[in-house]
C-alpha cells in the first residue's frame, strides 16, 4: 500500500520583480570592481604581441585545420589566402577593441573609467528585467518570497518553514517531510536546489518542450533515488503516477510548473 507523506505542485511565474536594491547592488559592484577588471584585461593581454601568441595563432592554426587545402573560392583565393586573411582581421579586430577599452576605463572629469560606469548606470533597468526573466523565476528572494526550488529543497529535507513559503495558486497536500538521511540533509538540499535550477532553466530556453520536460523528470528522479533513505520513501520515477514517487516538470496549459510526490510502500 502506497502512503502518501505530501504533494506539490509548484508554478513557475512568467516574470519575477528583482527586489528594489538588487539592481543598486549590481550597478554598485561592477562600478567598483571597473578598475580591478581593467587591471586584470591590460594585464593578461597587453599589446598585439601578446594577443597573437596566446589567441590569434592558436585559432588561426584551428580555422586553418578546418579548411580543405585543395580549396579555391570563386574569386581565386586559395585556402591559405583565406586564412591568412583570418588571422589579419584577428588582429585589427583586437587593436579596436583595445582602444575602445581604453576610451572605456579613461579618467575623465576626474571619474576612472567614467564612459563604463556611464554604461553600467544605463543599463540597469536592462538588468533588472533580464534576470526576472531566467533564474530568479525558479528561485525567488528573501524580500518577495521564495520561488519553486527553495520550496521543494526545504520540502524534502522536511523543513517546516517551507509550508510558508507556498504561494497563492501552488498546491501543497501534506506538510514538509525529510526523505534523506539526518547526516546529509545540508548536501540534499544543495544538490537537489542546484538541479532544480539547472533543470528548470533548461526547460524554459527550449520553450518548454515537451521532450526536454520528460529528460529533465527522468534526471530528477535518478538524483532523488540516489540520495534519499529507501526506509523513508520509494524510488523516484520520471512520469508521474498516483502511487509513484516523482519530481517532474508539466505544464498547464502554458505554465510551467514542477511536480512532486513523496510516500512510502508498506506491506
Known sequence: MFTKHF??????????????????????????????MYDRLTAKIPDDGTFINKMATPAGKAYRALLNPAYVSKSGR????????????????????????RKSFAEVGGVQAKSFKDKVDAAIDRWAIAVGDKSIRLTGDRIRGRSVAPIAAHYLVGEEMASGWIREGDLADGTPYNITSELQRTAFKAALMQRILQGGMMVINSGNNPGVITKQGD???????????????????GTPAPDKCFCAWALDGSYLYLHIQVGLTTP
Open 7 to 36: 504533494e506539490l505542485k509548484l508554478y513557475v511565474p512568467e516574470t519575477w520583480e528583482v527586489s528594489g536594491d538588487m539592481p543598486l547592488r549590481w550597478r554598485d559592484n561592477l562600478k567598483n570592481a571597473a578598475q580591478y
Open 78 to 101: 586559395t585556402a591559405d589566402d583565406i586564412s591568412n586573411s583570418h588571422a589579419t582581421n584577428m588582429g585589427l579586430k583586437f587593436r579596436q577593441w583595445l582602444d575602445n577599452l
Open 219 to 237: 534526471i530528477n528522479a535518478e538524483l532523488l533515488t540516489m540520495l534519499r533513505d529507501p526506509a523513508k520513501c520509494d524510488a523516484f520515477v
